[in-house]
């Protein structure tokens, strides 16, 4: 039985839309910025983010690649693939599955970024990098769990690489880059401590997930739950067809973005719901458009709506607005409705 196979199938996961919606998000569109989901234990956080592997799309990449670069962005690629145009080689594309990668809560910043081997560099004058965790992600999802006990910095690094797309390495004044695009998931219990305001702004979505406090939809996890563990092989598939079904949906809806414009509209709804919850910046913005668009897309729609807007508001918002330490109302989805039912 392979690894996929022991994992509870995210088309069977009872509920929880918000989680699955800002997942999905992510994988049409990874310039929205990742996402955290944050909630107690035994709510389907890891479940979920874990078994994405089971329908995500597969990706075109250059063959050979140690980054596996995308041939469609010639600006993206490594020195390694640049280095190989420039002799006269033709870059071959081969087609890779998009995969989890998983980053270790005792990982240091070495095993994060990689290493350079700076013996290798004096002796040779050619640089030896040994990739880690981020050239692995490059082009996938960067999954950590108990997000909120990692160290800060390595929190940072994270950030910094998500959002340049590149991974820097330089040690005693000898540097190293590499293509590093991934969507960066977080999943964290707040009952063990919370991310600094400054590392959850830097978030492009955000969601709070809970128990079910329904007899009906409790008793609905359990009997799945209790299915698949007697035979997770014929529970998977059994439900076959709803993940190719899901893959096919992500890849339309990636052909689509790029079709659907971002109209006065749009900008003005993001421009509106901003002001009304007090957002600083325009990180925010800009976030509540490419979110509305990416959930368009996936409804195979080519406008966006004041529906996708409110679909993603609290997803864009909710962890932007400014509290005291101690405040924990929720997020008043009320205001987005009377908000843009105004425009």
Known sequence: MTEMQTLFPFVRIVRQEKMKRALLLNVIDPGIGGVLIKGEKGTAKSTAVRSMAQFLPARPAVGGCAYRCDPRYPKRLCADCRARIEAGEKLETVEVPMRVIELPLNATEDRVSGTLDLEYVLKTGRKKFEPGVLAAANGNILYVDEINLLDDHIIDLLLDSAAMGVNYVEREGVSFSHPARFVLVGTMNPEEGNLRPQLLDRFG??????????????????????????????????????????????????????????????????AKLSMRFNMEGHRSDITLIRAARANAALGGRTGISKEDMRDVASLVLSHRVKRSAFDKTKFDESEVTECLSRM
């Open 205 to 270: 979505l955000s969601v709070e997930v809970e128990g079910e406090d329904s007899i009906a939809t409790r008793t609905e996890v359990i009997k799945r739950r209790l299915a698949f563990d007697a035979d997770p092989e014929a529970y998977l598939e059994s439900c076959a067809g709803e993940l190719k079904a899901l893959t096919e949906q992500i890849a339309r809806a990636r052909e689509l973005l790029p079709r659907i414009p971002i109209d006065d509209g749009a900008v003005t709804m993001a």
